[in-house]
């Protein structure tokens, strides 16, 4: 299912700040690892309605993601 492009900015916007938040990170870094991410194209594509979870969920799995 694809969500709507104006409401997926949103959530990525939410989902970076978290992850910047809770990494302790800047946001210009945060941004950049979030759109080199593989969770980005899984979220961008609706690939298992990701879209649908919630943004903590998303930032605690950007953020495994980064500690890899």
Do not use: T, W
């Amino acid at each position: 299912m694809k969500a709507n492009p104006v409401l997926l900015q949103k959530k990525y916007a939410r989902i970076i700040e978290l992850f910047s938040k809770k990494e302790g990170i800047s946001l210009n870094n945060a941004l950049d690892f979030f759109y080199r991410s593989k969770l980005y194209p899984l979220i961008s594509e609706g690939v298992s309605d990701l879209h649908c979870m919630s943004d903590e969920y998303l930032a605690e799995e950007l953020i495994s993601e980064y500690k890899k």
